[in-house]
């Protein structure tokens, strides 16, 4: 009997073949995409120069050296001054730390809600979800950035604030896509065996449906950065995001922008590093929707 | 048709005006008129302020729900939206103003939609070909360059080429030359010119998000059993794709141009700042910065009748190419 019971099994198996874990297969899929690793490269090299990179300078972000008022970039400041005598290395280091926060945290914040919102109403059904769609449609094509502006204008320049506004206006977009996929999971057998089983309805959510999102969510989270990033940098750049003393891309860009032709350097550094970190973020995004595609049957071998 | 217009166009009626009302409140609760008079000398005690308020119906004395029954009324009845804190008529800003944004977010849009689905078919039916991977590559770096970099990359660009020419081929800022150009053409043109790099801006980040997902559909709509089944009646592989393929992955393409709009109109504002265009994005800039209520509320009204007239075209649109949808 035992050895039948073997043979069904080998027969079931197929070839003798190296079993991947999932984690495993998913890795090496990700691996195999080179924009993806290109992403992860660039990505990486970013956080090691927000965290370390004022060991390049002397200087602090905030400190000014009245000898060199808006200078080129030179040995004593490799990425030149601004106006303020402000070594624009240092004060790179530290927007892009605060960009990278922002974008951080703001993403993790919002899809947490556009999950909650967006399982939820598909899941809860009948009136719920009509007034949940009818509020996401409308905060979709209010023209939100202008509340945005609004809003942060009048109680931002503190960055921890500009999270709170940022995510408030931001969950809208993920929270329809999660909803959309939601409305096919709530169909799926186990959840109407869980509902047989007299699961509650909040638990179902949370044990049976947001799991099954998992890939959806990791990619909406790479790409929710890259959204981040580009409106923290409009409203900085405009003047309602974060505000002087302190400092974000955005703002760096800003006051770059008044001396383009006469100091170019104060809006080539801001520009660039911006520049790299939303295309990482993409790159990386596109190999994680690869990657985790559950229909995928490439990486099996090799 | 015209009837199922109407019901949407009253849908979307009651969408501006719930929006224009709700921002009316909002701009209420974060903007504070009296700011405009604190600064000044003599140093006003509050109740001047607020008397010098009065008139415009900015009174912080008197409660947030009737200063905006007295604002609606006037809107209302005589169409007036209203005074800015020192006095000035929003109307008065406005009419040009919204010519000056219409056009600018007209061109844009209109431009962005032609170029991004034009290259979408085109790379999607030639999928992996040269021209597909180096114009997917270019849309996924353009995708991610902020508007601010790219409008100000333009700006360098033509300062740069100007300079190497030795006059002035590319006008950098504002919507036409300031004085004025003598004749009627001369002008046209003068103003066309200006529109150049602020329209390039707002296609090269407009476009990229038109051509990626035109070409992801037309793919899927490619593989599909009726295009095959198309095929085998006999239709060549190009009128197979034209009437059958393209037909339905353009639906989904209508359909999403309502959600663009807001980002355009954050695009056009960002545009309109650096090459220093007096249209509603810098009006409505310096609106928040001079606590300017009527004036803020005007701007959000124009962004959500913007919103509408592109959700409404796209219904149209969709009408006009998906056959399941009956609408007499």
């Given amino acids: 009997m035992t050895d039948v019971g073997g043979d069904v099994l080998g027969g079931a198996v197929g070839a003798p073949s190296l079993r991947l874990g999932r984690s495993r297969l998913y890795l090496r899929r990700f691996a195999r995409n080179r924009g993806a690793l290109v992403g992860v490269v660039i990505l990486v090299l970013l956080i090691g120069y927000a965290a370390i990179g004022t060991v390049f300078t002397p200087w602090s972000w905030s400190d000014q050296d009245f000898l060199a008022l808006t200078q080129e970039p030179s040995r004593l400041h490799p990425l030149g001054t601004n106006q303020g005598g402000n070594d624009m290395l240092a004060q790179t280091v530290h927007g892009l730390q605060r960009s990278l926060v922002i974008a951080l945290s703001v993403s993790v914040l919002t899809l947490l809600i556009a999950v909650v919102v967006g399982a939820g109403a598909a899941y809860l059904g009948g009136r719920v979800e009509r007034m949940t769609l009818m509020v996401i449609h409308f905060l979709l094509v209010v023209p939100s950035f202008l509340i945005l502006a609004l809003v942060s204008n009048q109680v931002a320049g503190d960055w921890r604030v500009l999270i709170v506004v940022l995510t408030l206006f931001g969950w809208m977009f993920t929270a329809r896509v999660v909803w959309s996929v939601s409305t096919s999971l709530r169909e799926r057998d186990y959840v109407l065996a869980a509902e047989l089983m007299g699961v509650s309805s909040w638990r179902i959510v949370v044990r049976h449906i947001i799991p099954h999102l998992g890939a959806l969510l990791i990619v909406n989270f790479t790409l929710g950065v890259v959204t981040t990033v580009l409106s923290e940098t409009s409203l900085s750049f405009l003047g309602f995001g974060v505000k002087t003393p302190d400092v974000s891309l955005g703002s760096l860009l800003a006051d770059g922008a008044g001396t383009i032709s006469s100091a170019p350097w104060l809006f080539a550094s801001p520009a660039a590093l911006l520049v790299l970190l939303t295309v990482s973020m993409t790159l990386i995004g596109d190999g994680l929707r690869d990657a985790l595609d559950p229909t995928s049957t490439a990486g099996g071998r090799g | ?328």
């Fill in chain 2, 1 to 328: 048709m015209f009837r199922y217009v109407v019901r949407k166009a009253v849908g979307w009626l009651v969408m501006i005006i719930v929006a224009t009302n709700a921002t009316y409140f909002l701009a209420s609760w974060f903007l504070d008129p009296r700011s405009n008079y604190r600064d000044l000398r003599p140093v006003r005690t509050d109740e001047q302020i607020s008397n010098a308020l009065a008139p415009y119906g900015l009174d912080p004395r008197t409660s947030v729900l009737s200063r905006w029954w007295h604002w609606l009324t006037d809107v209302v009845t005589r169409f007036d939206w209203g005074h800015s804190p020192t006095g000035v008529p929003v109307n008065s800003e406005l009419p040009h103003r919204i010519l000056v944004s219409g056009q600018l977010i007209l061109v844009g849009v209109v431009l962005s939609v032609v170029l991004g689905v034009a290259l979408g078919v085109y790379t999607a039916s030639r999928q992996y070909g040269a021209v597909d991977r180096v114009t997917q590559t270019l849309s996924v770096v353009l995708y991610n360059v902020p508007t601010v970099v790219s409008a100000l990359g333009l700006v360098l660009v033509a300062i740069s080429l100007n300079q190497h020419l030795g006059f002035t081929f590319l006008h950098v800022a504002g919507a036409n030359t300031a004085g004025g150009v003598d004749g009627f053409w001369p002008n046209v043109l003068d103003r066309l010119n200006h529109l150049i790099l602020p329209t390039v801006n707002l296609t090269l980040t407009g476009y990229v998000s038109w051509h990626l997902t035109q070409r992801a559909l037309l793919l899927d709509a490619l593989n599909a059993d009726y295009v095959r089944t198309a095929r085998a009646t006999g239709l060549t592989r190009a009128q197979a794709i034209r009437r059958h393929a393209l037909r339905a992955s353009l639906i989904p393409t209508a359909t999403s141009i309502a959600f663009t709009i807001p980002a355009v109109l954050t695009g056009a504002i960002i545009t309109e700042t650096v090459f220093g265009w007096e249209g509603m994005g810098r009006y409505f800039i310096q609106t928040i910065n001079k606590n300017d209520v009527h004036g803020a509320v005007a701007v959000a009204a124009f962004g959500a009748v913007m919103t509408a007239i592109g959700a409404i075209l796209a219904d149209i649109a969709t009408v006009a190419l998906d056959p399941r949808v009956r609408v007499s």
